[in-house]
């Protein structure tokens, strides 16, 4: 009796010192990015007229919709006009207004600065716009 007390005493403290743990580091990293719909309608002019009493010509318009508090960027390079054998180069700007009172909306319009070198007649033109949303 006493060689099984003492067989079942040694396989019990066996057992307890088969019992095995570990340390185990996990680092994660996570990363996220916010999309919102935009949509970007353009009326731009590609053709324009030029008379000798003109100081500015509308260069057409761009209407963006989205989120109410995106924040974007606009940068619009100069444009470049051409009748065929004259070309020029014109300093353009741009004016942003709330479509329709819809703050989801906006206009952005565009116009060129004309000086006097510039000569009478229809024009064919290209401009850069460039709408950045953070």
Sequence with gaps: MKIGFVIITVIMLQLTYLTVSAQVKVTGHATAEVVESVSAQNSLNNHISIEGSSTSVGLGSIRLSGAINSAYDVQVNNTVITNGTNSYS????YNETTANNDVKT???TLSAMI???IMDGDYDG???VIVSYN
């Excluded at 014109?90 to 700007?93: A, D, M, N, R, V």
Aim: charged letters at 45%.
């Design 115 to 117: 000086d006097n070198k």
């Design 126 to 128: 290209r401009l850069t």
């Design 90 to 93: 014109i300093e353009t700007g």
């Design 106 to 108: 906006k206009d952005i």
